[in-house]
């Protein structure tokens, strides 16, 4: 299927995505540089067609490939939450994203239409806080058990500014530089009868 006609089935059959297709550069192997166009297919779509664009995207659009799930923190607009599909016969990638509200960030699972969703969906929850409705186990992954907050999203605080004092150079509005001025040392390997920086 070509991306023109997937674009055009994509209109019928789930009229309120939006669908754009952008030719790509892909390109330099091993053996050196091997440029082809790739097409790939953007379909933003409401959440409640979540399962019905990925369905779409296998069944229609020939991606039968899972490649990845990811979710971006879009702050106030929310979490968007996107899909790589590809097709291994015809080369075709899809991108397939949503986006849902932070106050409510719930969507149905997709491991019913790709087995491979699962390992991705159990990341996103535990680094973002996406639930995927349907899920067999959103089981922490990476994170301690005992493990508080999705450590992705935007307002989370990061924990080693705040426990320690950061050794850089001070900004402006930070707090006071000391009065005291670090020894300058002679950097490694150097003979320490050369004369100090």
């Known amino acids: 299927m070509t991306p023109g006609e997937v674009l ?39 959440r409640q067609d979540w399962l019905a664009a990925l369905a779409f995207a296998r069944d229609v659009a020939g991606c039968d490939f899972f490649d990845w ?23 075709q990638h899809m991108l397939v994203r949503t986006l849902v509200p932070r106050e409510d960030p719930l969507l149905p699972s997709a491991t019913g239409l790709f087995g491979g969703a699962g390992w991705a969906e159990r990341e996103t929850h535990e680094m973002f806080g996406v639930v995927f409705d349907g899920h067999p186990g959103l089981t922490p992954l990476l994170l301690p058990e005992e493990f508080e907050g999705h450590p992705l999203r935007k307002d989370f605080p990061l924990a080693a500014r705040a426990a320690q004092e950061w050794p850089g150079a001070r900004e402006p509005g930070e707090r006071e530089a ?10 490694p390997g150097v003979p320490e009868s050369w004369p100090a920086p």
Request: aromatic share 2%; charged share 20%; with cysteine.
């Open 8 to 46: 055009a089935e994509a209109a019928r059959l789930l009229p309120a995505a939006r669908c754009a297709a952008e030719t790509g550069v892909t390109g330099a192997g091993a053996a050196g540089p091997r440029v082809s166009a790739a097409e790939t297919i953007t379909m933003d779509v409401p």
């Open 69 to 91: 799930l990811t979710a971006v923190d879009e702050l106030d607009q929310g979490f968007a939450v996107v899909v790589h599909l590809y097709s291994i016969e015809s080369g």
């Open 178 to 187: 000391s009065e005291r001025s670090r020894r300058r040392l002679v950097p």
